[in-house]
Protein backbone atom coordinates (compact mmCIF):
# COMPACT_ATOMS: atom_id res chain seq x y z
CA UNK A 1 0.00 0.00 0.00
CA UNK A 2 2.78 2.46 0.95
CA UNK A 3 6.31 2.87 -1.20
CA UNK A 4 8.39 4.05 1.92
CA UNK A 5 6.83 4.11 4.95
CA UNK A 6 5.54 1.29 7.61
CA UNK A 7 2.12 1.66 9.66
CA UNK A 8 2.94 1.02 13.11
CA UNK A 9 1.98 -2.49 13.71
CA UNK A 10 -0.37 -1.85 16.98
CA UNK A 11 -3.42 0.72 16.88
CA UNK A 12 -6.35 1.40 15.53
CA UNK A 13 -8.00 4.19 12.53
CA UNK A 14 -9.81 6.94 13.37
CA UNK A 15 -13.36 6.51 11.39
CA UNK A 16 -15.85 8.96 10.96
CA UNK A 17 -20.00 8.82 10.95
CA UNK A 18 -22.11 11.94 10.24
CA UNK A 19 -18.91 14.09 9.65
CA UNK A 20 -17.44 13.11 13.69
CA UNK A 21 -14.80 11.27 14.65
CA UNK A 22 -14.79 8.02 16.03
CA UNK A 23 -11.72 7.26 18.44
CA UNK A 24 -10.68 4.25 19.27
CA UNK A 25 -8.58 3.84 23.12
CA UNK A 26 -5.12 3.24 20.54
CA UNK A 27 -5.61 5.51 17.30
CA UNK A 28 -2.92 5.53 14.92
CA UNK A 29 -2.36 9.35 14.63
CA UNK A 30 0.16 10.04 11.14
CA UNK A 31 2.68 12.90 12.12
CA UNK A 32 4.88 15.19 9.69
CA UNK A 33 7.58 16.61 11.73
CA UNK A 34 7.62 19.88 9.49
CA UNK A 35 10.43 21.94 8.41
CA UNK A 36 12.85 24.25 9.78
CA UNK A 37 12.58 24.40 13.32
CA UNK A 38 10.09 21.20 13.03
CA UNK A 39 13.08 19.29 13.90
CA UNK A 40 12.80 21.02 17.70
CA UNK A 41 8.94 21.34 17.62
CA UNK A 42 7.39 17.95 17.43
CA UNK A 43 9.96 16.47 19.89
CA UNK A 44 8.64 18.62 22.41
CA UNK A 45 5.08 18.52 21.37
CA UNK A 46 5.49 14.80 21.43
CA UNK A 47 6.95 14.73 24.60
CA UNK A 48 3.78 16.71 26.21
CA UNK A 49 1.04 14.88 24.28
CA UNK A 50 2.43 11.40 25.32
CA UNK A 51 2.82 12.40 29.04
CA UNK A 52 -0.43 13.94 29.35
CA UNK A 53 -2.37 10.99 28.05
CA UNK A 54 -0.46 8.79 30.20
CA UNK A 55 -1.29 10.60 33.22
CA UNK A 56 -4.85 11.20 32.12
CA UNK A 57 -5.95 7.69 31.56
CA UNK A 58 -3.13 5.40 33.04
CA UNK A 59 -2.23 3.69 30.20
CA UNK A 60 -6.21 2.96 29.08
CA UNK A 61 -5.40 4.94 26.19
CA UNK A 62 -2.10 5.65 24.07
CA UNK A 63 -1.75 7.25 20.95
CA UNK A 64 0.50 5.55 18.04
CA UNK A 65 2.52 7.51 16.08
CA UNK A 66 2.91 7.29 12.39
CA UNK A 67 5.73 9.13 10.98
CA UNK A 68 4.88 10.41 7.35
CA UNK A 69 6.75 12.61 5.46
CA UNK A 70 6.48 16.26 3.36
CA UNK A 71 8.43 19.05 2.42
CA UNK A 72 12.36 19.27 2.31
CA UNK A 73 12.52 16.14 5.00
CA UNK A 74 10.30 14.16 2.39
CA UNK A 75 12.43 15.51 -0.94
CA UNK A 76 14.93 13.84 0.76
CA UNK A 77 13.43 10.07 1.00
CA UNK A 78 11.10 10.30 -2.15
CA UNK A 79 13.27 12.36 -4.52
CA UNK A 80 13.84 16.15 -5.64
CA UNK A 81 10.22 17.70 -5.78
CA UNK A 82 8.76 15.34 -4.23
CA UNK A 83 7.20 17.61 -1.56
CA UNK A 84 3.74 15.82 -0.75
CA UNK A 85 4.36 12.05 -1.33
CA UNK A 86 1.31 9.95 -2.49
CA UNK A 87 2.25 7.73 0.86
CA UNK A 88 1.90 11.16 2.87
CA UNK A 89 -1.70 11.58 1.55
CA UNK A 90 -3.20 7.87 1.47
CA UNK A 91 -1.81 7.65 5.16
CA UNK A 92 -3.86 10.85 6.56
CA UNK A 93 -6.78 10.00 4.27
CA UNK A 94 -6.44 6.25 5.35
CA UNK A 95 -5.78 7.37 9.45
CA UNK A 96 -8.49 10.34 9.81
CA UNK A 97 -6.54 12.24 12.33
CA UNK A 98 -2.95 13.54 11.63
CA UNK A 99 -0.79 16.26 13.08
CA UNK A 100 1.99 18.50 11.55
CA UNK A 101 4.86 20.73 12.01
CA UNK A 102 5.31 24.26 9.27
CA UNK A 103 5.74 23.52 6.05
CA UNK A 104 8.33 25.03 3.60
CA UNK A 105 6.97 26.45 0.73
CA UNK A 106 8.49 24.80 -2.51
CA UNK A 107 10.63 26.94 -4.72
CA UNK A 108 9.88 26.33 -8.47
CA UNK A 109 6.57 25.05 -9.99
CA UNK A 110 3.70 22.85 -8.99
CA UNK A 111 2.61 23.10 -5.50
CA UNK A 112 2.20 26.77 -4.57
CA UNK A 113 1.42 26.03 -0.60
CA UNK A 114 2.17 22.50 0.79
CA UNK A 115 -0.55 23.10 3.70
CA UNK A 116 -3.29 24.27 1.20
CA UNK A 117 -2.61 21.11 -1.17
CA UNK A 118 -3.41 19.35 2.12
CA UNK A 119 -6.69 21.52 2.57
CA UNK A 120 -7.51 20.91 -0.81
CA UNK A 121 -6.76 17.23 -1.40
CA UNK A 122 -8.44 15.80 1.58
CA UNK A 123 -11.28 18.88 1.56
CA UNK A 124 -10.41 20.16 4.77
CA UNK A 125 -12.91 23.00 4.52
CA UNK A 126 -12.86 24.32 8.06
CA UNK A 127 -9.68 25.90 9.14
CA UNK A 128 -10.22 26.67 12.81
CA UNK A 129 -8.30 28.81 14.73
CA UNK A 130 -9.04 29.94 18.64
CA UNK A 131 -7.78 32.91 20.28
CA UNK A 132 -7.35 32.73 23.57
CA UNK A 133 -5.00 34.53 26.26
CA UNK A 134 -2.81 32.70 28.87
CA UNK A 135 -2.48 34.60 31.57
CA UNK A 136 1.06 36.34 32.02
CA UNK A 137 2.12 36.13 28.05
CA UNK A 138 3.24 39.31 26.74
CA UNK A 139 1.20 41.21 24.54
CA UNK A 140 0.98 44.58 23.03
CA UNK A 141 -2.94 45.03 23.75
CA UNK A 142 -4.36 46.41 27.75
CA UNK A 143 -6.81 43.65 28.03
CA UNK A 144 -5.76 40.70 25.84
CA UNK A 145 -7.89 38.35 28.48
CA UNK A 146 -11.00 40.33 26.89
CA UNK A 147 -10.33 38.02 23.59
CA UNK A 148 -11.31 34.61 23.75
CA UNK A 149 -12.50 33.70 19.95
CA UNK A 150 -12.83 31.06 17.51
CA UNK A 151 -12.15 31.99 13.89
CA UNK A 152 -13.94 29.31 11.45
CA UNK A 153 -12.23 30.19 7.98
CA UNK A 154 -13.25 28.55 4.87
CA UNK A 155 -10.16 26.51 3.51
CA UNK A 156 -11.08 25.31 0.40
CA UNK A 157 -12.54 28.52 -2.15
CA UNK A 158 -12.21 32.43 -2.54
CA UNK A 159 -8.53 33.31 -4.50
CA UNK A 160 -6.31 30.43 -2.59
CA UNK A 161 -8.00 27.90 -5.29
CA UNK A 162 -5.55 29.19 -7.29
CA UNK A 163 -6.98 30.13 -10.33
CA UNK A 164 -5.06 32.77 -11.81
CA UNK A 165 -2.90 33.52 -15.07
CA UNK A 166 -0.29 35.64 -15.51
CA UNK A 167 -0.09 39.27 -17.27
CA UNK A 168 0.56 39.20 -20.54
CA UNK A 169 -0.32 35.13 -21.66
CA UNK A 170 -1.93 34.49 -23.83
CA UNK A 171 -5.05 32.97 -21.60
CA UNK A 172 -5.20 36.17 -19.52
CA UNK A 173 -4.97 38.63 -22.85
CA UNK A 174 -8.13 36.26 -23.92
CA UNK A 175 -9.97 36.20 -20.75
CA UNK A 176 -9.78 39.75 -20.49
CA UNK A 177 -11.33 40.53 -24.21
CA UNK A 178 -13.58 38.17 -23.18
CA UNK A 179 -15.15 40.13 -20.41
CA UNK A 180 -13.91 43.67 -21.65
CA UNK A 181 -15.91 42.70 -25.12
CA UNK A 182 -18.73 40.27 -24.09
CA UNK A 183 -19.74 39.74 -20.44
CA UNK A 184 -19.13 43.28 -19.14
CA UNK A 185 -20.98 45.14 -21.60
CA UNK A 186 -23.72 42.65 -21.32
CA UNK A 187 -24.00 43.16 -17.60
CA UNK A 188 -25.82 46.97 -17.30
CA UNK A 189 -24.41 47.26 -13.41
CA UNK A 190 -20.65 47.17 -14.65
CA UNK A 191 -21.76 50.48 -16.89
CA UNK A 192 -18.43 51.06 -19.06
CA UNK A 193 -16.22 49.34 -16.79
CA UNK A 194 -13.20 47.70 -18.12
CA UNK A 195 -10.21 46.03 -17.51
CA UNK A 196 -6.82 47.08 -18.64
CA UNK A 197 -4.87 45.20 -20.85
CA UNK A 198 -1.59 44.54 -19.10
CA UNK A 199 -3.41 43.09 -15.85
CA UNK A 200 -2.71 39.35 -14.24
CA UNK A 201 -6.33 38.01 -13.87
CA UNK A 202 -7.69 35.92 -11.02
CA UNK A 203 -10.76 34.18 -10.08
CA UNK A 204 -12.35 34.57 -6.49
CA UNK A 205 -15.35 31.94 -6.22
CA UNK A 206 -17.59 31.23 -3.53
CA UNK A 207 -20.20 29.04 -3.63
CA UNK A 208 -23.25 28.48 -1.51
CA UNK A 209 -22.09 24.89 -1.10
CA UNK A 210 -19.05 25.80 0.68
CA UNK A 211 -19.87 28.82 2.23
CA UNK A 212 -22.80 26.89 4.23
CA UNK A 213 -20.83 23.46 5.07
CA UNK A 214 -18.81 26.28 6.82
CA UNK A 215 -21.45 28.07 8.80
CA UNK A 216 -23.25 24.66 9.74
CA UNK A 217 -19.82 23.55 11.43
CA UNK A 218 -19.59 26.99 13.34
CA UNK A 219 -23.02 26.98 14.52
CA UNK A 220 -22.42 23.35 15.52
CA UNK A 221 -19.35 24.73 17.57
CA UNK A 222 -21.69 27.31 18.95
CA UNK A 223 -24.09 24.89 20.36
CA UNK A 224 -21.16 23.72 22.45
CA UNK A 225 -20.66 26.36 24.17
CA UNK A 226 -21.81 28.02 27.66
CA UNK A 227 -24.81 30.26 26.99
CA UNK A 228 -23.09 33.52 26.92
CA UNK A 229 -20.77 32.43 24.13
CA UNK A 230 -23.35 31.15 22.09
CA UNK A 231 -22.83 33.38 18.84
CA UNK A 232 -21.55 33.39 15.40
CA UNK A 233 -20.34 36.58 13.19
CA UNK A 234 -20.45 36.61 9.41
CA UNK A 235 -17.35 38.18 8.25
CA UNK A 236 -17.51 39.39 4.69
CA UNK A 237 -16.82 42.54 2.49
CA UNK A 238 -20.56 42.35 1.08
CA UNK A 239 -20.59 45.95 0.56
CA UNK A 240 -18.23 46.01 -2.26
CA UNK A 241 -18.27 42.33 -3.18
CA UNK A 242 -21.72 41.89 -2.97
CA UNK A 243 -22.38 38.35 -5.16
CA UNK A 244 -19.60 36.35 -3.72
CA UNK A 245 -19.09 37.66 -0.20
CA UNK A 246 -22.41 39.26 0.09
CA UNK A 247 -23.59 35.74 -0.95
CA UNK A 248 -21.25 34.15 1.57
CA UNK A 249 -23.71 36.49 3.98
CA UNK A 250 -26.83 35.56 2.99
CA UNK A 251 -26.08 32.08 2.51
CA UNK A 252 -25.19 31.93 6.48
CA UNK A 253 -28.08 33.77 7.58
CA UNK A 254 -30.17 31.42 5.43
CA UNK A 255 -28.64 28.27 6.70
CA UNK A 256 -28.96 29.64 10.15
CA UNK A 257 -32.53 30.62 9.82
CA UNK A 258 -33.55 27.28 7.75
CA UNK A 259 -31.68 24.32 8.98
CA UNK A 260 -31.39 25.59 12.88
CA UNK A 261 -34.30 27.72 12.54
CA UNK A 262 -35.16 26.77 16.74
CA UNK A 263 -31.40 27.23 17.78
CA UNK A 264 -30.88 30.17 15.98
CA UNK A 265 -31.93 34.08 15.86
CA UNK A 266 -30.33 36.99 13.34
CA UNK A 267 -29.39 39.73 14.94
CA UNK A 268 -32.48 41.65 13.19
CA UNK A 269 -35.03 39.42 14.01
CA UNK A 270 -33.65 40.26 17.41
CA UNK A 271 -34.48 43.84 17.45
CA UNK A 272 -38.01 43.06 15.82
CA UNK A 273 -38.51 40.93 18.57
CA UNK A 274 -37.36 43.05 21.19
CA UNK A 275 -39.06 45.78 19.89
CA UNK A 276 -42.70 44.07 20.28
CA UNK A 277 -41.64 43.33 23.54
CA UNK A 278 -40.74 46.75 24.62
CA UNK A 279 -44.39 47.68 23.42
CA UNK A 280 -46.61 44.98 22.36
CA UNK A 281 -48.54 47.76 20.62
CA UNK A 282 -46.03 48.99 18.33
CA UNK A 283 -47.14 48.78 14.58
CA UNK A 284 -45.14 47.41 12.04
CA UNK A 285 -44.53 50.83 10.70
CA UNK A 286 -42.95 52.17 13.91
CA UNK A 287 -41.30 48.95 14.62
CA UNK A 288 -39.70 49.15 10.94
CA UNK A 289 -38.49 52.50 11.78
CA UNK A 290 -36.81 51.79 14.68
CA UNK A 291 -34.59 48.75 13.03
CA UNK A 292 -33.75 50.52 9.86
CA UNK A 293 -31.63 54.18 10.10
CA UNK A 294 -33.33 56.50 7.53
CA UNK A 295 -36.40 54.63 6.96
CA UNK A 296 -38.01 57.90 6.50
CA UNK A 297 -36.07 58.73 3.46
CA UNK A 298 -36.90 55.61 1.93
CA UNK A 299 -39.51 54.96 -1.36
CA UNK A 300 -42.46 54.18 0.01
CA UNK A 301 -41.84 50.54 -1.94
CA UNK A 302 -38.58 50.01 0.22
CA UNK A 303 -40.67 51.09 3.54
CA UNK A 304 -43.13 48.51 2.72
CA UNK A 305 -40.68 45.74 2.06
CA UNK A 306 -39.12 46.47 5.21
CA UNK A 307 -42.75 46.42 7.05
CA UNK A 308 -43.38 43.15 5.35
CA UNK A 309 -40.15 42.10 6.72
CA UNK A 310 -41.06 43.02 10.34
CA UNK A 311 -44.82 41.30 9.90
CA UNK A 312 -42.96 38.05 8.56
CA UNK A 313 -40.65 37.56 11.54
CA UNK A 314 -43.22 37.82 13.72
CA UNK A 315 -45.79 34.98 12.56
CA UNK A 316 -42.90 32.83 11.97
CA UNK A 317 -41.23 32.81 14.67
CA UNK A 318 -43.01 34.94 17.68
CA UNK A 319 -44.36 31.84 19.28
CA UNK A 320 -41.06 30.46 19.48
CA UNK A 321 -38.28 33.01 19.87
CA UNK A 322 -40.70 35.77 21.38
CA UNK A 323 -41.36 36.65 25.21
CA UNK A 324 -37.66 36.63 25.50
CA UNK A 325 -36.92 33.21 24.36
CA UNK A 326 -34.63 34.82 22.03
CA UNK A 327 -32.26 35.13 24.50
CA UNK A 328 -31.59 31.52 24.78
CA UNK A 329 -30.88 30.96 21.10
CA UNK A 330 -27.90 31.21 19.16
CA UNK A 331 -27.00 34.73 17.99
CA UNK A 332 -26.54 35.00 14.33
CA UNK A 333 -25.36 38.71 13.36
CA UNK A 334 -22.59 40.00 10.60
CA UNK A 335 -19.84 42.58 10.33
CA UNK A 336 -17.66 44.12 7.80
CA UNK A 337 -14.29 42.80 7.28
CA UNK A 338 -12.60 46.01 7.69
CA UNK A 339 -14.58 46.86 10.79
CA UNK A 340 -14.30 43.70 12.68
CA UNK A 341 -10.18 43.83 12.57
CA UNK A 342 -11.23 47.16 14.55
CA UNK A 343 -13.75 45.53 16.86
CA UNK A 344 -11.73 42.88 18.38
CA UNK A 345 -9.46 45.62 19.88
CA UNK A 346 -12.02 48.18 21.06
CA UNK A 347 -14.42 45.43 22.23
CA UNK A 348 -13.29 42.05 21.98
CA UNK A 349 -15.21 40.63 24.34
CA UNK A 350 -18.51 41.05 22.19
CA UNK A 351 -17.60 38.15 19.86
CA UNK A 352 -17.03 34.33 20.28
CA UNK A 353 -17.01 32.43 16.94
CA UNK A 354 -15.80 34.53 13.53
CA UNK A 355 -16.91 32.51 10.63
CA UNK A 356 -15.24 33.63 7.34
CA UNK A 357 -14.13 33.40 3.89
CA UNK A 358 -10.52 32.22 3.26
CA UNK A 359 -8.68 35.51 2.63
CA UNK A 360 -10.31 37.22 5.62
CA UNK A 361 -9.89 34.67 7.89
CA UNK A 362 -6.49 34.45 7.15
CA UNK A 363 -5.54 37.75 7.58
CA UNK A 364 -7.92 38.01 10.68
CA UNK A 365 -6.38 34.85 12.83
CA UNK A 366 -3.14 36.16 12.65
CA UNK A 367 -4.29 38.92 14.18
CA UNK A 368 -5.97 37.74 16.15
CA UNK A 369 -3.38 35.55 17.41
CA UNK A 370 -1.08 38.74 17.71
CA UNK A 371 -3.14 39.93 20.41
CA UNK A 372 -2.90 37.44 23.37
CA UNK A 373 0.97 36.30 22.07
CA UNK A 374 1.84 35.81 18.85
CA UNK A 375 1.64 33.16 16.00
CA UNK A 376 3.98 30.88 18.45
CA UNK A 377 0.85 30.82 20.80
CA UNK A 378 -1.36 30.13 17.94
CA UNK A 379 -3.17 26.83 17.24
CA UNK A 380 -4.88 25.89 13.79
CA UNK A 381 -6.74 22.75 12.66
CA UNK A 382 -8.16 21.80 9.03
CA UNK A 383 -11.24 19.73 9.62
CA UNK A 384 -13.02 17.95 7.30
CA UNK A 385 -16.32 15.56 7.14
CA UNK A 386 -14.01 12.47 7.26
CA UNK A 387 -10.05 14.29 7.85
CA UNK A 388 -8.93 16.71 10.49
CA UNK A 389 -5.12 17.80 10.44
CA UNK A 390 -3.81 20.11 13.54
CA UNK A 391 -1.07 21.98 12.88
CA UNK A 392 1.42 24.80 13.78
CA UNK A 393 0.34 28.23 12.06
CA UNK A 394 3.41 29.77 11.98
CA UNK A 395 6.30 29.49 9.60
CA UNK A 396 9.58 27.10 9.58
CA UNK A 397 11.98 29.68 10.67
CA UNK A 398 14.89 27.86 8.95
CA UNK A 399 17.44 30.01 10.90
CA UNK A 400 16.54 28.96 14.21
CA UNK A 401 16.25 25.24 13.17
CA UNK A 402 18.51 22.64 15.42
CA UNK A 403 18.69 25.53 18.09
CA UNK A 404 16.13 24.11 20.25
CA UNK A 405 15.25 27.72 21.32
CA UNK A 406 11.56 28.41 19.39
CA UNK A 407 8.56 28.11 20.83
CA UNK A 408 6.47 25.03 20.37
CA UNK A 409 3.31 26.42 22.05
CA UNK A 410 1.73 26.70 18.71
CA UNK A 411 1.75 22.87 17.97
CA UNK A 412 1.13 21.61 21.40
CA UNK A 413 -1.87 23.56 21.35
CA UNK A 414 -2.58 22.05 18.17
CA UNK A 415 -2.26 19.13 20.16
CA UNK A 416 -4.72 20.20 22.63
CA UNK A 417 -7.17 20.92 19.76
CA UNK A 418 -6.59 17.06 18.61
CA UNK A 419 -7.06 15.70 21.91
CA UNK A 420 -10.00 17.67 22.14
CA UNK A 421 -11.45 16.85 18.78
CA UNK A 422 -10.76 13.05 19.59
CA UNK A 423 -13.05 13.79 22.87
CA UNK A 424 -9.84 13.49 25.30
CA UNK A 425 -10.66 16.27 26.83
CA UNK A 426 -9.04 15.31 30.44
CA UNK A 427 -5.49 14.62 28.66
CA UNK A 428 -6.06 18.48 26.59
CA UNK A 429 -7.00 20.14 29.94
CA UNK A 430 -3.88 18.82 31.38
CA UNK A 431 -1.81 20.37 29.26
CA UNK A 432 -3.76 23.76 29.31
CA UNK A 433 -3.51 23.42 32.98
CA UNK A 434 0.89 22.62 32.86
CA UNK A 435 0.95 25.59 29.80
CA UNK A 436 -1.07 28.37 32.19
CA UNK A 437 1.63 27.12 34.75
CA UNK A 438 4.62 27.86 33.41
CA UNK A 439 3.92 31.21 31.61
CA UNK A 440 2.31 31.97 35.28
CA UNK A 441 5.51 31.02 36.59
CA UNK A 442 7.95 32.52 33.76
CA UNK A 443 9.10 29.51 32.71
CA UNK A 444 9.46 30.24 28.73
CA UNK A 445 11.17 30.41 25.91
CA UNK A 446 12.89 33.28 24.39
CA UNK A 447 10.47 34.57 22.60
CA UNK A 448 8.03 35.51 25.64
CA UNK A 449 11.04 36.02 28.09
CA UNK A 450 12.51 38.76 26.31
CA UNK A 451 9.22 40.56 26.16
CA UNK A 452 8.47 40.11 29.92
CA UNK A 453 9.47 43.13 32.19
CA UNK A 454 11.98 42.88 33.73
CA UNK A 455 13.41 39.87 31.29
CA UNK A 456 13.95 36.82 32.30
CA UNK A 457 15.88 34.02 31.66
CA UNK A 458 14.67 31.87 28.50
CA UNK A 459 14.08 28.19 28.40
CA UNK A 460 14.98 25.99 25.71
CA UNK A 461 12.30 24.52 23.68
CA UNK A 462 12.42 21.01 24.88
CA UNK A 463 13.02 22.25 28.59
CA UNK A 464 9.52 24.39 28.12
CA UNK A 465 8.04 21.01 27.02
CA UNK A 466 9.27 19.80 30.40
CA UNK A 467 8.12 22.85 32.45
CA UNK A 468 4.58 22.59 30.95
CA UNK A 469 4.44 18.46 32.28
CA UNK A 470 5.99 19.41 35.75
CA UNK A 471 2.84 21.99 36.02
CA UNK A 472 0.34 18.96 35.19
CA UNK A 473 0.27 18.88 39.08
CA UNK A 474 -0.64 22.29 39.89
Given at each position: MYEKITPPTTGEKVTFKNGEPIVPDNPIIPFIRGDGTGIDLWPATEKVLNAAVAKAYG???????FKVYAGDEACELYGTYQYLPEDTTTAIREY??????PLTTPIGGGIRSLNVALRQIHDLYACVRPCKYYTGTPSPHKTPEKLDVIIYRENTEDIYLGIEWRQGTEIAEKLINILNTELIPATPEHGKKQIRL????????????????????????ALRLPKNKQMVTLV???????????????????????????????????WILGNKEKNPDLSLENNARQIEPGYDALTPEKQAEICKEVEGVLNAIW????????KEKIMVNDRIADSIFQQIQTRPDEYSILATMNLNGDYLSDAAAAMVGGLGMGPGANIGDECAIFEATHGTAPK???LDRVNPGSLILSGVMMLEYM??????????????????NQEVTYDLARLMEPPVEPLKCSEFADAIIKHFDD
Open positions: GKRQISWGVAIKGDSGIGIKPISKTGSQRLVRRAIYQHKGNIMKYTEGAFRDWGYELATTEFRNECITERESETHGNGKWHAGGWQEAADLIKKGLSGAIA
